[in-house]
Antibody
Framework: QVQLQESGPGLVKPSETLSLTCTVS????????WTWIRQPPGKGLEWIGC???????DYNPSLKSRVTISVDTSKNQFSLELSSVTAADTAVYYC????????????WGQGTLVTVSS | EIVLTQSPATLSLSAGERATLSCRAS??????LVWYQQKFGQAPRLLMYEASNRATGIPARFSGSGSGTDFTLTISSLEPEDFAVYYCQQRTNWPLTFGGGTKIEIK
């Protein structure tokens, strides 16, 4: 079965760029959309954006100016970059498989906490 | 952006009781409504898709209903492992959005 695992720094300084990678095991990236979602501590879920295995992307307009999602099919990975971070970007970041270009999320990675602080 | 409002924010119930959770959309999402369960410290897990279809491995005590703007997730008889936070999500319009969640706590 497909499993996802997020990796990357747990601490990022304000104004810098947050970079995370999601490694997919047990299956190929092909024919699916792959997504990033975040959850500030004690709060709800926010969809960040997604990428098709071919490289087509869609982003949440609220974050679009700061977000880049990319894919590396040779490594079975996709990545998130969020620039100019502030404390408001502190959250658990999840990667997930998205069913369809406007779909639901299953399965999810376990999530990784990223704290923005100097 | 479609706003999803979940109610109540918290539900205090005992094991064996019936739980009824509501999700209301700011505009019609047809049947494009999804439910997730999130236990403390864990990632969300898919429960229901297309409003009323149980995901693989989800017990029959979970059921979903509704269309348009009003949706309900029902747990017929709460098991100890069902005490968690439940989120709805719409997949009709970009951006994909979630409700604020309903927490089912032990009474």
């Amino acid at each position: 079965q497909v499993q996802l695992q997020e990796s990357g720094p747990g601490l990022v300084k304000p104004s810098e760029t947050l970079s995370l990678t999601c490694t997919v095991s047990g299956g190929s990236l092909s024919s699916y959309y792959w997504t990033w979602i975040r959850q500030p501590p004690g709060k709800g879920l926010e969809w960040i954006g997604c990428i098709y295995y071919s490289g087509t992307t869609d982003y949440n307009p609220s974050l679009k100016s700061r977000v880049t999602i990319s894919v590396d099919t040779s490594k079975n990975q996709f990545s998130l970059e969020l620039s100019s971070v502030t404390a408001a970007d502190t959250a658990v970041y999840y990667c997930a498989r998205q069913r369809g270009n406007i779909g639901w999320f299953d399965p999810w990675g376990q999530g990784t906490l990223v704290t923005v602080s100097s | 952006e479609i706003v999803l409002t979940q109610s109540p924010a918290t539900l205090s119930l005992s094991a064996g009781e019936r739980a009824t959770l509501s999700c209301r959309a700011s505009q019609s999402v047809s049947s494009n409504l999804v439910w997730y369960q999130q236990k403390f410290g864990q990632a969300p897990r898919l429960l229901m898709y297309e409003a009323s279809n149980r995901a693989t491995g989800i017990p029959a005590r979970f059921s979903g209903s509704g269309s348009g703007t009003d949706f309900t997730l029902t747990i017929s008889s709460l098991e100890p492992e069902d005490f968690a936070v439940y989120y709805c999500q719409q997949r009709t319009n970009w951006p994909l959005t979630f409700g604020g969640g309903t927490k089912i706590e032990i009474k």
